[in-house]
């Protein structure tokens, strides 16, 4: 026996459907997936059209396609896997959709559609920016000031908007953010490998050999236009010199002394990092035997007590 609707619950289900907006219909328009739909000369339903022998997907997904703007026979005859392949030229840069929507922060299907469902160019859809907020925080590089997910797009960004916004967040100087290439497009690189004295690795690694902050180098690089080796170089360090005592301390201005090579300098602080090498006293040089001669003045200041000769 079938138990009739709790109308209590009924009730409650509608309330709670009326409570929560159906985020997705910013990005799909349901009405192109609503009554009679026409293809290869037929008009029938979306159902109908989900059993028919040539529709290689399922229903919903059939239904999605046409709400994101697919032409009816290319959402029925495309099978799952052989997604259509769009490349877009935008400045200087040609990459596919799922490319311009990693490079900008834009979910793929609000791209999609902007371009599908609502005839946008590329142009015009990547200038309305992404959903939210998080990709619109303004950033100042190269002498000009405008949202992140715009610099990812830019002509001069090697890394996604998201990569860039996690390096300036991360306290990235935001020229190297926006133009440093990630390590793998997969991650979040820490930057790409460099090559000095042969040896090729990243500049955390480089740092670590080194004894150098990671972020002291990068800022010799790009701050004085230098190679890797040359920027080691300038900062008193080579393979060679990683053998001989050195320490890298923390000085204020009266503390330095000569010899000492500024690594960097903390102008709030005042506080300077310096290489500084060890200089080795040479141990004091014993006679043979005993040798007669004049008491020497004992120097001023207190002095070790002696042994007395009866003990």
């Known amino acids: 026996m079938t138990r009739p609707p709790n109308p209590e619950k009924a009730a409650g289900g509608a309330a709670a459907a009326a409570r929560t907006p159906d985020t997705r219909m910013g990005r799909y328009d349901w009405e192109k997936a609503r009554g009679p739909i026409t293809a290869f000369g037929e008009s029938k339903a979306l ?3 989900a059993e028919d022998p040539r529709c290689q997907v399922k229903k919903e997904a059939l239904r999605t396609r046409l709400a994101l703007g697919w032409v009816p026979e290319e959402a029925l005859t495309r099978s799952k896997h052989e997604q259509p392949t769009l490349q877009f030229r935008h400045g200087e840069r040609t990459l596919t959709l799922r ?3 990693e490079q900008s922060g834009i979910k793929y299907h609000t ?7 609502q005839g946008l160019s590329l142009e015009e859809a990547l200038n309305k920016g992404p959903d939210g907020d998080h990709f619109r925080q303004p950033v100042t590089a190269f002498g000009e000031t405008k949202p992140v997910y715009q610099w990812g797009v830019d002509p001069r960004a090697n890394a996604s908007t998201s990569t860039i916004r996690k390096r300036i967040k991360a306290g990235w100087n935001p020229q190297i953010a926006i133009t440093e290439e990630p390590e793998n497009r997969s991650t979040l690189g820490t930057g790409q490998p460099y090559s000095a004295w042969g040896k090729r690795m990243s500049l955390p690694d480089w740092g670590r050999l080194s004894g150098i902050p990671e972020e002291v180098i990068r800022g010799r690089m790009h701050g004085h236009e ?5 920027a080691l170089h300038s900062l008193g360090w080579t393979p060679e010199a990683s053998a001989t005592a050195t320490s890298l301390l923390t000085v204020q201005v ?3 002394q000569p010899g000492d090579l500024i690594v960097s300098a903390e102008a709030p602080s005042g506080e300077i990092t310096v290489r ?8 004091p040089r014993h006679a043979s035997r005993p040798m007669a001669q004049r008491p020497a003045t004992p120097p001023l200041g207190p002095q070790p007590a002696r042994r007395s000769a009866g003990r």
Not at 111 to 117: E, K
Not at 276 to 283: E, I, M, Q
Request: no cysteine.
């Open 99 to 101: 490319g311009w929507a």
């Open 47 to 49: 159902s109908s059209w």
């Open 111 to 117: 791209l999609y559609g902007r371009i599908r469902a």
């Open 254 to 256: 009266h503390q330095l």
């Open 226 to 230: 230098l190679t890797l080796e040359s």
């Open 276 to 283: 500084r090498h060890h200089v080795d006293t040479p141990p």
